[in-house]
């Protein structure tokens, strides 16, 4: 399956070892809202195939020392 971006105007795809990562949408209630403001999607719901790609958040959103990985921060938000 090939995962997309589903901001609104990105084309990104995923590429295997590429440099783009793809997040999934929060399960927390409030910071979903808050995404789904950011993507700019009308009437848009998530699944959970749902992904947004790592060029719309800044670096600050990501916690790069936990377990040598790319993880976001509990209060990420979309920010680009």
């Known amino acids: 399956m090939v995962l997309s971006c589903c901001a609104y105007g990105c ?3 995923q590429v295997t070892g590429g440099p ?3 997040r999934s949408f929060p399960t927390d209630a409030e910071r979903k809202k ?3 403001t ?3 999607r009308d009437d848009f719901t998530p699944s959970k195939c ?3 790609c790592s060029k719309h958040f800044t670096e600050d959103c990501f916690d790069r020392q ?6 976001l921060t509990k209060d990420a938000v979309l920010t680009l």
């Open 20 to 22: 783009i990562t793809f």
């Open 66 to 71: 936990k377990f040598g990985g790319t993880w």
């Open 11 to 13: 084309n990104e795809r």
């Open 34 to 36: 808050l995404w789904l």
């Open 38 to 40: 950011k993507i700019r």
């Open 50 to 52: 749902s992904k947004v």
